[in-house]
């Protein structure tokens, strides 16, 4: 079986690259049987930045002029950027729209796009810098209900701690973090919702994808079922990269399936059968 990428940006998304149809073109031959679009959808409310937040309108006119089910299977989907103060707008989005599958995500925390302002760990450790993260982590689950079906990159933050403290800390320890991370992960399971395993952290140089096994394991421990695997590529070379290496992980944690998202319902299929 071709392998599933749950998790892509195309040129409509600020920082991507290739086009939806390059990438529909790019999957076909590359092993690649179904892709879900889930371009970035930020509030920039209060942010100094030039960018701006994604018109879904316009995305979905050019989705819909763009895909070719004859070619290869693609999802609508979107990857929201939650934040607390953007409750209204985001719940009012998702509820205009028939999304596929709507990954939740943490980019701008405390009010900080850690991707551009250096100020959001500025006066921190490592620690206290991932514990501000994690927290508002936790607001944003306990707060959206309808709004996002996994988390996406759970251990995001890690990224930039890498490139703001250098190689101090290139993972978040599951032992460091128990009790916010259990609370993260049981929180998700109690309503329903799913993590991804996003193979883009290899190729940010991490240690491992996002989030590590240590969390992987820990969510199937706890109880969690809802796992998603997804790329996060902005060009179309980066599709399904590290895959059979995500695969590997999951199989070793425990994991015998996958979830796919249509209709924001997820299917299961058995990890066995892209080996």
């Known amino acids: 079986m071709k392998y599933i990428d749950a998790h892509v940006h195309s040129s409509i998304s600020h920082d991507g690259i290739s086009s939806i149809k390059e990438h529909i073109n790019y999957a076909k031959d590359n092993n690649v049987g179904e892709i879900t679009f889930t371009e970035h959808y930020d509030d920039y409310k209060g942010i100094k ?18 895909k070719d089910d004859n070619i290869l299977k693609t999802n609508f989907g979107i990857e929201i950027g939650l934040r607390p103060e953007s409750f209204d707008k985001i719940s009012n989005m998702v509820k ?36 501000n ?32 403290y250098g190689n101090i800390m290139n993972h978040i320890s599951y032992e460091e973090f128990r009790d916010i991370l259990d609370e993260i992960l049981i929180s998700l399971i109690r309503s329903d919702k799913g993590i991804e395993i996003n193979t883009s952290g290899i190729r940010y140089g991490l240690s491992s994808p996002h989030p590590n096994m240590e ?7 706890l109880g969690g079922k809802i796992i998603t695997i997804g790329s996060d590529a902005h060009r179309k070379e980066d599709l399904a990269s590290n895959f059979k290496d995500a695969l590997n992980i999951l199989e070793a944690s425990g994991f015998n399936e996958i979830a796919v998202f249509h209709n924001r319902t997820p299917e299961f299929i058995k990890i066995k059968k892209f080996n």
């Open 215 to 221: 969390i992987i394991k820990r969510y199937k421990e």
């Open 49 to 66: 930045t030039n960018l701006e937040t994604l018109d879904i309108d316009k995305y979905k006119e050019e989705y819909l002029k763009q």
């Open 133 to 164: 993260y994690l927290n508002e982590v936790l607001t944003n689950i306990k707060m959206y209900k309808n709004e996002f079906d996994v988390y996406g990159h759970i251990d995001y933050v890690i990224r930039y701690v890498l490139k703001y």
């Open 96 to 131: 205009s729209n028939n999304f596929d599958f709507i990954i939740g995500s943490s980019h701008i925390t405390c009010g900080k796009d850690m991707a551009y302002d250096k100020s959001f760990f500025e006066g921190y450790t490592p620690h206290e810098a991932i514990m």
